[in-house]
């Protein structure tokens, strides 16, 4: 059985499954972790997604918690997903330890506009998935001439950027993946004359065929 | 059910659709379309009161006394602010509240206009939801959306904010039960897990050293859960202890009663929480002033724990077995499935009691009494002897007399105390006792207060008077903020930083220039009579009871401590008190 906060529970629907006790009272002993700062100090990040309503203040109330309540926000993204019924994603990633990352999710459930909160992290683990599908996009402009430039253009091209802006003094990447290869990316390009980027935020979904807004209530 | 009418009179149709009998309010240019509406009908009572924070906390008391939602009405910009206080409070303890918000015109919102605020902005952290209504097609079913989240689930304070140019406009109303059936994102849960109740029953059946930690939820679950606790606690011989907000669920003249637990707690209580074995923890939320030094709170139990909020679950101290629902129902649950499998207690629970009645023993209330002076406990004691058996209903404001009166006044019922827990909230009791007697006019409502607290809402005596209210505030005057020099004393080396009120009005003045009556009583053996005086006095009375100066508030559980490192009554020597916190423990509060 995986440990009590790595569980996630649906949205309106008291369960006691995935709680991490047995229900033989004999068997209490070996979980019967008590004060659980002993516990968690370690801290992990996690991928949330968030279904909404868009409504207007809902990305505030969103925020208004994390900060609120001493949370970190790492990236955050949000846009409308199904135009129909106005329900918005927002991903966060944050970091905490376990008992605080399960305090996030039972605290953004509690939010009245808030339709559904899945830990794409802990689904991964439960598909036996190292992490969830992440990708971000990133707008990287980089000013300079003669062999700096062409170094820009030859790593861009190692990175599988493409070149959507450019005159003879500059060039404007456009990059999508990981969080940690547009970082590499930017870290490289300093030096060639990087002027400023732009980043998107953190997208993510869970591999596999199953989706979370589909059935959300 | 469906027609035309103004904004303005969909809020009063709604109050109507939604068994509103009474609003507290205080009107301003942003709501005057609804208070035209107002004066010109009779379905529904308003409630001036001299400051919206009063309004606030009179709901709050209607609210807790009669478990059902309470409505204010105010203006926009300082009369939305001034609902601030009064609307976290209400958050912090689960109380549901409708507050209704004036707002200037759509096409001015934005724009600093005169008497224009965020409400929304400023009140999104401190209510269960909030609304700003645009558009004149939303406004029926916002209103009846607000009072389905106000009283569902775990109830809390919300917010309709309602620009003037939508309460003119002309819409189509409909009523509750066409416009809400079911809510799109908000379902909270009502009936808890069946096989986390089995586990928990029977956990409980092999309990040695059992305890019920019982709180808020129980009273804001209904009757029926107060009701179904008593036959639990029957059932089971277990004994019961309670959270400051969960006073009289289970009555004080109970077999298995052990008294409020925490800071304040008896000994009995927070003993018997940390030596037992298995602590069944019922509509209560582990707050610090009930746990004390975390990592030695209750270190051998088994926890289980029944709320209607998972957030509130493992939220401070890990347990084994939570159970997500709805008092009432879970205890239900638990009742029949106790009843069915033929459980009965082990016999090692009735050492438990002997040993329960050993701390008993210590008798940690005990206090020094006086021919000359009045002790504050020995004032309330003699309160609580007169109205013992009537139908009374207790406010407080906050401090060591709030502490005293939960000590010392025993609830039998549900819904009969009033007091603001979870935020501390000084100037609560006044109009808390004001709102208990608007739903209540031909019961007792009195207030116990402090000299301190009593001044920070006492422009409601006004109020009571003109609205021919008449509740009693039973003033425990020691002319110190009793409860911050205590804490002075504690931990800062007895420098009484501006804890001392020199200038106190004269209290019986006071209430004579209200309209009111003032009894002033200086020696114990005046006490008995002026007390009959008070509750004979058919208006309102302030009733200046004044006390030894430096009694402070004892049982105590210093700071940083754990529960079986009680400060008792009888070991408080000036030494004692000097030490109590450590340099740890000082950081803590």
Redesign the interface.
Known sequence: MKP??QQS?K???????G?G??????N?DA????????VSDVQETHTLSVI??NE??VL??VI?LFS?RGYNIDSLSVSETEHERHLSRITIVTTGTP?II??IR??L???????RVRDLTVAALRFKQDKPLERELALVKVAGAGEKRLEALRLSEAFKATVIDATTEHFVFEITGRSNKIEQFIDIMRPLGLVEVSRTGVAALNRGPEGLSSNA? | MEREMTGAEMVLQAFRDQEVKHVFGYPGGAVLPIYDELIQQDDIAHILVRHEQGAGHAAEGYARSTGKPGVVLVTSGPGATNMVTALTDAMLDSIPLVCITGQVPTNLVGSDAFQECDTVGITRPCTKHNWLVKRIEDLPRILHEAFYVAKSGRPGPVVVDIPKDVQFATGTYAGPSTSHVQHKSYNPPTKGDMTAIRAAVQLMATAQRPVLYTGGGVINSGPLASQLLRELVEMTGFPVTSTLMGLGAYPASGPEWLGMLGMHGTYEANMAMHDCDVMVCIGARFDDRITGKLDAFSPNSKKIHIDVDPSSINKIVHVDIPVVGDVAHVLEDMVRIWRASSFKPRAEVKNWKKQIDQWRARNCLAYRNSDDIIMPQYALQRLGEAIKGKDVYISTEVGQHQMWAAQFLGFEAPNRWLTSGGFGTMGYGMPAAIGAQVAHPDSLCINIAGDASILMNIQEMSTAVQHGLSPKTFILNNSYMGMVRQWQQLLHGNRLSHSYTDSLPDFVKLAEAYGAKGIRVTKPHELDDAIQEMIETPGPVLFDCCVAQLANCFPMIPSGKPHNEMLLPDEASDEAVASAISKEGKALV
Do not use: T
């Not at chain 1, 949205?11 to 499954?17: A, D, L, N, Q, V």
């Not at chain 1, 459930?109 to 339709?115: E, T």
């Open positions: 009590w906060h529970v949205k309106g629907r008291p369960s006691c499954e709680w006790y047995k229900m033989n009272a004999q209490l979980l019967s972790a008590y004060f659980i700062a002993e909404v309503d207007p203040g505030a109330r208004g609120g008992q399960e305090q039972h605290q459930d509690r939010l009245v506009p808030v339709h209530q």
